[in-house]
């Protein structure tokens, strides 16, 4: 039985790292939902425990960017300079009101469903070309360093209180309203993911709010998914696979805002 259960678990963790690596969608929208909704962890583990899954993936990936130049660093650091105390305030916050059980069990629940609603709208969005590069511009037009910190600072408080959104907000802020080039997007979202995740994971870590057991399960599926779906990213109907997934995503944040656990 025990056996059984662990293999479900890395199919799940290939099928999530599978799909990370073929859409680009973050494993926060995919893998919180799956903890609470399949694994039934509270939510202020699964939280924890999508961090720290979120750091580990999103370094290796970063990492690799770094590598080929993909990356440019001044605007991780600015971002990076508003996102840190945002997510340790609203991470701390978060593991302040575990006693709470109104927040716990009825708050925070709705509050993450809230923003997987918002998540999948806005992968949907993309997918069929709403949101997209901005066109007739040839030249490069990144934030300010000013604007930088107060997009970090918003992306680390939703981080730091729901483990998802960050990413997609960054990708759909910068694509609709600066000209940035595509792979510097993608590595800049991924390092400035590993960031936004790595000091709100230690907070959740130190208080005990992350099953490592299970985290090691999930990676030992997702790592080679991840790498799969990254080597057919150029002949998979990505489109369709993304709006399946907003979809998936819609249904389990109306089900976290209705209260269903």
Same mark, same amino acid.
């Given at each position: 039985?025990?056996?059984?259960?662990?293999?479900?678990?890395?199919?799940?963790?290939?099928?999530?790292?599978?799909?990370?690596?073929?859409?680009?969608?973050?494993?926060?929208?995919? !893998?919180?939902? @799956?903890?609470?909704? #399949?694994?039934?962890?509270?939510?202020?583990?699964?939280?924890?425990?999508?961090?720290? %899954?979120?750091?580990?993936?999103?370094?290796?990936?970063?990492?690799? $960017?770094?590598?080929?130049?993909?990356?440019?660093?001044?605007?991780?650091? %600015?971002? &990076?300079?508003? =996102?840190?105390?945002? &997510?340790?305030?609203?991470?701390?916050?978060?593991? =302040?009101?575990? $006693?709470?059980?109104?927040? #716990?069990?009825?708050?925070?629940?709705?509050? *993450?469903?809230? !923003?997987?609603?918002?998540?999948?709208?806005?992968?949907?969005?993309?997918?069929?070309?709403?949101?997209?590069?901005?066109?007739?511009? $040839?030249?490069?037009?990144?934030?300010?360093?000013?604007?930088?910190?107060?997009?970090?600072?918003?992306?680390?408080?939703?981080?730091?209180?729901?483990?998802?959104?960050?990413?997609?907000?960054?990708?759909?802020?910068?694509?609709?309203?600066?000209?940035?080039?595509?792979? $510097?997007?993608?590595?800049?979202?991924?390092?400035?993911?590993?960031?936004?995740? @790595? %000091?709100?994971?230690?907070?959740?870590?130190?208080?005990?709010?992350?099953?490592?057991?299970?985290?090691?399960?999930?990676?030992?599926?997702?790592?080679?998914?991840?790498?799969?779906?990254?080597?057919?990213?150029?002949?998979?109907?990505?489109?369709?696979?993304?709006?399946?997934? =907003?979809?998936?995503?819609? *249904?389990?944040?109306?089900?976290? *805002? !209705?209260? #269903?656990?």
């Amino acid at each position: 039985m025990a056996l059984e259960l662990e293999l479900e678990i890395i199919g799940a963790g290939f099928l999530i790292g599978f799909l990370l690596g073929l859409t680009g969608i973050g494993g926060g929208a995919l !893998m919180t939902p @799956f903890l609470i909704l #399949v694994m039934r962890l509270n939510t202020v583990t699964a939280i924890g425990t999508d961090l720290a %899954f979120a750091f580990i993936t999103k370094s290796v990936s970063a990492i690799q $960017h770094r590598r080929q130049k993909t990356v440019w660093l001044r605007p991780a650091f %600015f971002i &990076s300079l508003g =996102s840190v105390p945002a &997510s340790l305030a609203a991470s701390w916050f978060v593991v =302040s009101q575990v $006693h709470n059980s109104d927040w #716990v069990e009825k708050i925070l629940p709705r509050l *993450l469903g809230g !923003m997987l609603i918002v998540v999948s709208l806005l992968v949907a969005a993309r997918a069929l070309g709403w949101i997209k590069a901005r066109g007739g511009e $040839h030249r490069e037009r990144w934030p300010t360093w000013w604007q930088d910190i107060l997009l970090g600072a918003f992306m680390g408080a939703l981080i730091g209180l729901t483990s998802v959104g960050s990413g997609t907000m960054l990708v759909a802020v910068l694509l609709l309203f600066f000209v940035v080039p595509p792979e $510097h997007l993608v590595g800049l979202n991924v390092l400035v993911g590993a960031v936004l995740a @790595f %000091f709100p994971a230690l907070t959740y870590a130190y208080h005990g709010f992350v099953n490592w057991g299970l985290l090691t399960q999930i990676l030992i599926g997702a790592i080679p998914g991840s790498i799969l779906g990254a080597r057919l990213v150029t002949k998979a109907p990505t489109k369709a696979i993304r709006l399946l997934l =907003s979809a998936l995503v819609l *249904l389990a944040g109306v089900r976290l *805002l !209705m209260g #269903v656990v």
